[in-house]
C-alpha cells in the first residue's frame, strides 16, 4: 500500500495514537495524545486550533505529522439535498463521498474503501473503472470527517459535539471486504467514545458476497449490520452480472451468511439491483425467495440507476419498469419476504448507488 511522509494521524485508533505520539524524542502522556484525539474527531485541519497545547508543542507537531491526507475538490449538490464530494488523495486517485438526507432529514455518509473496484459487475460505474487501490484508515476516515463538516455547515444549529449523521453506510465505491484491515482501522475511529462514539448498529456495511471476508467479520467483528448485494440467485446469471461471485458460490454464500446472523445476532439485508428484463422474472424471484430462506433477511430492491455506456453481453442495459419492478416485489412478498425499496437519491449528481466515478454536473 501507499504510504506517506510524514505521518497521517487521522484515522488512528486512540491506542494507535498513544503508541506514536510516545514514540517522540519527548514522548507525550496518554492525556495529551487523548487531547488531540478528540480534535482529530472533532474535525480539526490543523494543529493551530489544538488550543489546549501550549503553543511549542503544536509547532513540534505540526512539523512531524500531517492531520490530513485528503482534500474535497469539488461538491455536488443534488436538487434533492444529496450532496456528493469528490476527494483527492495524496497520490492523485479520486474517490468519492455521499452525504444522504431522508424525509425526516436524517444525515446518512456513504464512504468508499478502494479507489475502483476489482469485482467488475457490469451495472456498476465503479466496477467499470477498473481497481487502483485499497484506501488506507485515514483515507477511509476523512471521508466521514468531510462530510460531518458539510452537515454542520448545513445545519449550524446541530448542537455542538453532535456528528449530525445518524448512519454511516460503507457502500460507495469498491469492495469493503477485500479492504477489511484498513476498514477496521477506520471503524476503531468511529466507535472510540473519546472521539466520535458512533454505534456499531448504526453502521451497515455492503458486500458484493466475498465469502471469507464476512466469515472474518462473524468471527472477529465489529459486528456492524451486514448487507449482501445478490442481486440474482440464479448461480449462471449472477456469476455472468458480478464476476467475482464466481469464486463465492451461492450455497457458501448463504452458508456464511447465516453464520454471520447467528454470530452477531443481527437481521441480514440482501439488496438486488434490478435490470429491466435480465433478473426481475418470475424464476428470478422463484430462486431468490429459495435463497432468503431460513435467513432472517429483508430483501431491499434497488432500481437500476442509469451508467451511460453499461452493457450486459452485448445489449445496452436499462432500468426496470415499474410494472417490473412492482411484480418482483409482489412475488417476493407472496413467498413472505419482506421487502424494501431504495428511494433514488443523487441522481442528478451522480451520486446514487453504482453511479460513483461518474462526473457529476453541478446542480443550477
Ligand atoms: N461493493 C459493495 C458496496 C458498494 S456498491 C457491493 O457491491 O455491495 C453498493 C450497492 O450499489 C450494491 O448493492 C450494488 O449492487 C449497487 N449498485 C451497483 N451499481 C448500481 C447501479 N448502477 N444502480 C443501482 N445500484 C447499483
Ligand atoms: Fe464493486 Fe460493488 Fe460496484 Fe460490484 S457493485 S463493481 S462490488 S462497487
Same mark, same amino acid.
Given at each position: 500500500?501507499?504510504?506517506?511522509?510524514? /505521518?497521517? $494521524?487521522?484515522?488512528?485508533?486512540?491506542? =494507535?495514537?498513544?503508541?506514536? %505520539? #510516545?514514540? &517522540?524524542? @519527548?514522548?507525550?502522556? +496518554?492525556?495529551?495524545?487523548?487531547?488531540?484525539?478528540?480534535?482529530?474527531?472533532?474535525?480539526?485541519?490543523?494543529?493551530?486550533?489544538?488550543?489546549?497545547?501550549?503553543?511549542?508543542?503544536?509547532?513540534?507537531?505540526?512539523?512531524?505529522?500531517?492531520?490530513?491526507?485528503?482534500?474535497?475538490?469539488?461538491?455536488?449538490?443534488?436538487?434533492?439535498?444529496?450532496?456528493?464530494?469528490?476527494?483527492?488523495?495524496?497520490?492523485?486517485?479520486?474517490?468519492?463521498?455521499?452525504?444522504?438526507?431522508?424525509?425526516?432529514?436524517?444525515?446518512?455518509?456513504?464512504?468508499?474503501?478502494?479507489?475502483?473496484?476489482?469485482?467488475?459487475?457490469?451495472?456498476?460505474?465503479?466496477?467499470?473503472?477498473?481497481?487502483? /487501490?485499497? $484506501?488506507?484508515?485515514?483515507?477511509?476516515? =476523512?471521508?466521514?470527517?468531510? %462530510? #460531518?463538516? &458539510?452537515? @454542520?455547515?448545513?445545519? +449550524?444549529?446541530?448542537?455542538?459535539?453532535?456528528?449530525?449523521?445518524?448512519?454511516?453506510?460503507?457502500?460507495?465505491?469498491?469492495?469493503?471486504?477485500?479492504?477489511?484491515?484498513?476498514?477496521?482501522?477506520?471503524?476503531?475511529?468511529?466507535?472510540?467514545?473519546?472521539?466520535?462514539?458512533?454505534?456499531?448498529?448504526?453502521?451497515?456495511?455492503?458486500?458484493?458476497?466475498?465469502?471469507?471476508?464476512?466469515?472474518?467479520?462473524?468471527?472477529?467483528?465489529?459486528?456492524?449490520?451486514?448487507?449482501?448485494?445478490?442481486?440474482?440467485?440464479?448461480?449462471?446469471?449472477?456469476?455472468?452480472?458480478?464476476?467475482?461471485?464466481?469464486?463465492?458460490?451461492?450455497?457458501?454464500?448463504?452458508?456464511?451468511?447465516?453464520?454471520?446472523?447467528?454470530?452477531?445476532?443481527?437481521?441480514?439485508?440482501?439488496?438486488?439491483?434490478?435490470?429491466?428484463?435480465?433478473?426481475?422474472?418470475?424464476?428470478?424471484?422463484?430462486?431468490?425467495?429459495?435463497?432468503?430462506?431460513?435467513?432472517?433477511?429483508?430483501?431491499?430492491?434497488?432500481?437500476?440507476?442509469?451508467?451511460?455506456?453499461?452493457?450486459?453481453?452485448?445489449?445496452?442495459?436499462?432500468?426496470?419498469?415499474?410494472?417490473?419492478?412492482?411484480?418482483?416485489?409482489?412475488?417476493?412478498?407472496?413467498?413472505?419476504?419482506?421487502?424494501?425499496?431504495?428511494?433514488?437519491?443523487?441522481?442528478?449528481?451522480?451520486?446514487?448507488?453504482?453511479?460513483?466515478?461518474?462526473?457529476?454536473?453541478?446542480?443550477?
Amino acid at each position: 500500500m501507499a504510504s506517506h511522509s510524514p /505521518r497521517v $494521524l487521522s484515522g488512528l485508533a486512540l491506542n =494507535e495514537l498513544i503508541d506514536e %505520539l #510516545k514514540g &517522540l524524542p @519527548a514522548p507525550l502522556p +496518554p492525556f495529551r495524545s487523548k487531547q488531540i484525539f478528540k480534535w482529530i474527531a472533532r474535525g480539526a485541519v490543523s494543529f493551530e486550533e489544538m488550543t489546549d497545547l501550549d503553543k511549542a508543542l503544536r509547532e513540534d507537531l505540526g512539523s512531524r505529522f500531517l492531520l490530513r491526507s485528503t482534500r474535497v475538490s469539488s461538491q455536488l449538490e443534488d436538487g434533492d439535498g444529496t450532496v456528493k464530494l469528490q476527494i483527492d488523495l495524496f497520490d492523485g486517485a479520486r474517490i468519492e463521498a455521499v452525504l444522504l438526507s431522508d424525509a425526516e432529514e436524517r444525515k446518512t455518509a456513504c464512504i468508499s474503501t478502494q479507489a475502483g473496484c476489482p469485482a467488475g459487475c457490469v451495472f456498476c460505474k465503479t466496477g467499470s473503472l477498473g481497481f487502483s /487501490r485499497n $484506501l488506507d484508515s485515514a483515507e477511509i476516515a =476523512e471521508q466521514f470527517l468531510h %462530510l #460531518k463538516a &458539510l452537515a @454542520a455547515r448545513n445545519s +449550524p444549529g446541530a448542537a455542538s459535539g453532535e456528528t449530525g449523521i445518524a448512519n454511516i453506510v460503507i457502500m460507495g465505491m469498491g469492495e469493503p471486504l477485500l479492504n477489511l484491515a484498513e476498514l477496521r482501522r477506520a471503524l476503531s475511529f468511529f466507535f472510540d467514545a473519546e472521539g466520535l462514539g458512533i454505534s456499531r448498529r448504526r453502521i451497515t456495511l455492503s458486500t458484493s458476497g466475498v465469502i471469507p471476508g464476512i466469515r472474518d467479520l462473524a468471527d472477529n467483528g465489529p459486528h456492524i449490520r451486514l448487507a449482501c448485494s445478490l442481486t440474482s440467485a440464479r448461480e449462471e446469471l449472477r456469476n455472468r452480472l458480478m464476476p467475482l461471485a464466481a469464486s463465492n458460490p451461492l450455497p457458501q454464500l448463504k452458508a456464511a451468511l447465516g453464520y454471520y446472523q447467528q454470530k452477531s445476532g443481527q437481521r441480514i439485508t440482501l439488496e438486488a439491483v434490478l435490470l429491466g428484463g435480465i433478473n426481475t422474472g418470475r424464476e428470478d424471484a422463484a430462486a431468490m425467495a429459495g435463497f432468503a430462506k431460513g435467513l432472517d433477511a429483508v430483501i431491499n430492491l434497488i432500481p437500476w440507476n442509469p451508467v451511460e455506456g453499461l452493457q450486459f453481453e452485448g445489449a445496452p442495459l436499462r432500468e426496470p419498469s415499474r410494472a417490473e419492478l412492482e411484480g418482483f416485489a409482489a412475488l417476493l412478498e407472496k413467498s413472505g419476504l419482506k421487502v424494501t425499496r431504495r428511494y433514488r437519491k443523487g441522481r442528478g449528481v451522480a451520486g446514487a448507488c453504482g453511479q460513483l466515478g461518474v462526473v457529476g454536473k453541478k446542480d443550477s
